[in-house]
Each structure stands twice: as C-alpha cells, then as structure tokens.
C-alpha cells in the first residue's frame, strides 16, 4: 500500500496574455492506495495538472502533497527515485532505437552502464519487444510505440508509475494489449492512471478519482462511487412496457424507445420482478462508470468550460 495523502491542493496558471485560470481547487485526499488509481475527467478537468503535481514537475499555488511518506512539494528529490512518468502525449526520440532509448533513459536515472544494458535486455524481453527494439520509433506502430515507452519507465524499478492517457488514440487492439500490460504491472507497482475513457477506467480501476473543472467530484472504488450516487442498479428496458408498471428511481427515455431505470438494489429486485410477470424483455447490470459520470458531470465528451 502506499499512502497518498492531499490537503487543500490548488493551482492557477498565468500568463502574460491570459489572466490567471484555475487548474486544480481545493482538492483534498487521504488513501492508501495500491493497483491501478485512475483520474478520469474531460479534457481540461485537471488531471495533468494533478499528475505533474503529484510528480514533483510542477509546484502548486497552495496545498501540500505527502506520497509514500515524503512531502514531495517539500522534499521533490526524496520522492524522484520511487516514482517514473510518462507525460501526455510522451514521444520517443526519434534518432534513436527502442532499445537505445531505454538504455538512454537508464544511464540518464543514474544506472551504471552495465546495470542499463542488462535491464534494457531484461525488460524487452519481458514485453516481447525483441523483433521491434533495433528499429526506429517511426517504424513502430502507434502501440508498439507506447509499449516501448511503458517498459521503458518499468525498467526504472520505480515503485510508482505515472501514465497521463496512455492509451488515448491507439486503435482498439493496441488499448486491449496496453490494458494486459498494466494488469500485470499493477502487481508490482502502483499505477497512477489518467484516462477519459470511461469503459477503460471502469475494466482497469481498483481507485477511481472524477474530477469536473478543477474540483474533486467523488472518490471511491467503482462500486463505493455506484453506492454513493444511490444507483447502483441499471436496468434497461427494450419494449413493451405496460402503462401499469411504475417505474421507481432515476429513469431515462432513449431515443431508441428503450428505457434505463437507475435504482437501488431492492428497487430494482421488485421491477424486476414484475417485468419478468409482463414477459417484457430487461436487462439487469450494476451501473457503469459511463452512467455514473454522466449523472455527476454529464457527457465526458464536452470540453470543459472554463
Ligand atoms: N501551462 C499552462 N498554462 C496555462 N493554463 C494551463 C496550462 N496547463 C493547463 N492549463 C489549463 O488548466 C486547466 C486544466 O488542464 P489540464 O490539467 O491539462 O487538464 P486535463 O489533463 O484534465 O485535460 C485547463 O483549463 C488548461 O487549459
Ligand atoms: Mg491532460
């Protein structure tokens, strides 16, 4: 477990043009955390802002952050060892081979020359990455790219793992890989995760984080945040429904005719069973982050105003 404790954090950025805007208010947290900790927000939530906070890249106007014990905004040198980042949007050199940029990035942590070369070995070896690590990063795919950069920090030996949307424009197969790859890595790491996609955050989270405009919107596993919004049930109604049953909780009509009812679990347990009575055709299913966001937030595809 590692502890993750945040009191008060705030920050505005300025720039001459543009007057001061608020990234991150007031944002405060006490966890222990392990697995995979994921913010999830719209563009322009807060996350990187979060991440390059938390990471010691930025310092915040007002807040302390303590992780894994040390005060990183006090002591950012204590933390650097135990934690590796990928940025948003992180790319690899491109003059360089896959192998070579995790070698470079090895000497540049501190490693000794023969410690680096036997990890870079190691660590391409256990991604499978043998047949692309002597090619250059233009001729590697858009997830083989991002594989190359997650072994890469992986090969660091840090406990703490930074990824802001590792996954954002890979194709769906590249993602599922990504996804794998994390799921193993979880066991041995922690890894601090941004992602706006939802499905995604839902399959990989073991602590998720909403944040809306700089706020800290909820907290929780998924099935804490299911609980608290009071909605944990989602039960989808196809067709035919009869004017006699009365639908409890949080009910919305698609445009497909179709029916969502958000309730709690005794609620649902009763419509259930009258629907079954109807032979209306439903199905039952634990509500899903992409429901519990939209409820909170609303649609995670609209930027954020400011
Ligand atoms: N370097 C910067 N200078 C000025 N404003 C910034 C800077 N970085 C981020 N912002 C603003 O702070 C807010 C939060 O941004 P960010 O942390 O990048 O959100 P996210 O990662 O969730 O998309 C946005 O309104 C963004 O425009
Ligand atoms: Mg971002």
Redesign the pocket.
């Known amino acids: 477990m590692v502890k993750l404790i945040i009191r008060h954090l705030s920050k505005s ?1 300025k ?1 001459k043009k ?1 007057k001061s ?1 608020s ?1 991150l208010k007031n944002v405060s947290l006490d966890l222990d955390i392990n697995g995979i900790f994921t913010l999830i ?10 991440i390059r906070i938390v990471s010691t890249e930025l310092l915040p106007s007002a807040g302390r952050v303590y992780l894994d014990g040390i005060d990183v905004v006090k002591n950012p040198k204590e933390i650097r060892d135990r934690i590796a980042v990928i940025p ?1 949007e992180a790319e690899l050199i491109p003059w360089m081979t896959a192998r070579e940029n995790i070698y470079a990035y090895l000497l540049w942590r501190g490693l000794s020359f023969k410690e680096a070369k036997e990890r870079t070995n190691a660590v391409i070896s256990r991604f499978k990455l043998e047949k692309y690590a002597d090619k250059l990063p233009r001729k590697l795919s858009g997830g083989t790219k991002r594989k190359v950069l997650v072994a890469l920090v992986i090969s660091s030996d840090a406990k703490i793992i930074f990824l ?1 949307e590792p996954t954002t424009g890979l194709d769906p197969i590249s993602r599922k890989e990504l996804w794998d790859v994390l799921n193993q890595l979880k066991k041995e790491h922690l890894i601090i995760l ?1 992602t706006h996609y939802l499905e995604e955050a839902e399959e990989l989270s073991d602590y998720i984080i909403i ?1 809306n405009k ?1 706020k800290l919107v909820k907290a929780g596993t998924i099935n804490d945040i299911r609980n608290a919004i009071g909605y944990p049930y989602a039960i989808k109604i196809f067709n035919g429904l009869s004017k006699k049953i009365r639908l409890n909780g949080k009910v919305v009509k698609k445009n497909d005719g179709t029916f969502q009812v958000f309730s709690d679990e005794i609620t649902a347990n009763n419509l259930a069973k009258k629907l079954i009575k109807t032979k209306v055709k439903f199905s039952i299913n634990p509500t899903s982050l992409e429901d519990i966001f939209y409820m909170l937030v609303g649609d995670i595809n609209k930027e ?1 105003e ?1």
Do not use: I, P, V
Request: glycine content about 18%; overall charge positive.
């Open positions: 950025y720039d543009r805007s990234a927000g719209r563009n322009g939530a807060g996350k990187t802002t979060f948003q802001d941004t944040l700089g954020e400011k």
